[in-house]
């Protein structure tokens, strides 16, 4: 049972343009959200992360979004950069940083100019 | 933020013989450390959660014999992956958590890509 679903495997977007790629969730005990950037042959880059607590968390150009009540977390980025392209993983976990992270199955995004 | 590295970063080996890879939290202490597994166009599957000194946990599915986890210090685990058959080539990636960051991040190494002939 996929508990993190990241449903469109790929996404395509104009350099400049927002982009936006979406997560959802079916186990309701998740409090915590990370979202990943990961490169081929490479390891998992941490972007950005959010708390139950909250529904919105920025950073720069990230921005991410989480609706508790539909079990629904999306990224945003704005402006959309070429170098942004890569595979990008939603991850769930519970209260305590020893939690194990329960990954997505990641969308590539691919920026062209 | 902090660094894990993991060596090798690619290995080729024949079937049957061991390998074993190294996790390092380079910056800080890690008192925890994952072990994770991708397959290509899948996600990140955890195999072991490690803490230092104790037994590795092992997820559901996961042969403790086959893949032997060492959590020897708080900067150093390793995996081990024992009589190696090509089904076992993949990208494995170590995380670590217990830095002085105060969120409940995991930093991820670079991943080590085995390859069994």
């Known amino acids: 049972d996929q508990q993190v679903k990241q449903n469109s495997p790929s996404l395509s977007v104009q350099e400049g343009r927002i982009s936006i790629l979406n997560c959802d969730y079916t186990n309701s005990m998740f409090d915590y959200f990370l979202w990943y950037k990961k490169y081929p042959a490479e390891g998992p880059t941490f972007l950005i992360s959010?708390?139950?607590?909250?529904d919105k968390n920025e950073d720069g150009r990230f921005t991410v979004f989480l609706n508790k009540s539909a079990k629904h977390l999306s990224l945003h980025i704005v402006p959309s950069q070429p170098g942004d392209s890569a595979v990008y993983f939603c991850a769930a976990s519970g209260p305590y940083n020893t939690d194990k992270l329960i990954f997505g199955t990641g969308t590539r995004l691919q920026v062209f100019p | 933020g902090a660094v894990v590295s993991q060596h090798p970063s690619w290995v080729i080996c024949k079937s049957g013989t061991s390998v074993k890879i190294e996790c390092r939290s380079l910056d800080f202490q890690a008192t925890t450390m994952f072990w994770y597994r991708q397959f290509p166009k899948q996600s990140l599957m955890l195999m072991a959660t490690s803490n230092e000194g104790s037994k590795a946990t092992y997820e559901q599915g996961v042969e403790k014999d086959k893949f032997l986890i060492n959590h020897a210090s708080l900067t150093l685990s390793t995996l081990t992956v024992t009589s190696a058959h090509p089904e076992d080539s993949s990208f494995y990636i170590c995380?670590?958590?217990?830095?002085?960051?105060?969120?409940?991040?995991?930093?991820f190494g670079p991943g080590t890509r085995l390859t069994v002939l």
């Open positions: 995380s670590a958590v217990g830095g002085s960051d105060s969120t409940d991040t995991q930093y």
């Open positions: 959010i708390s139950s607590i909250k």
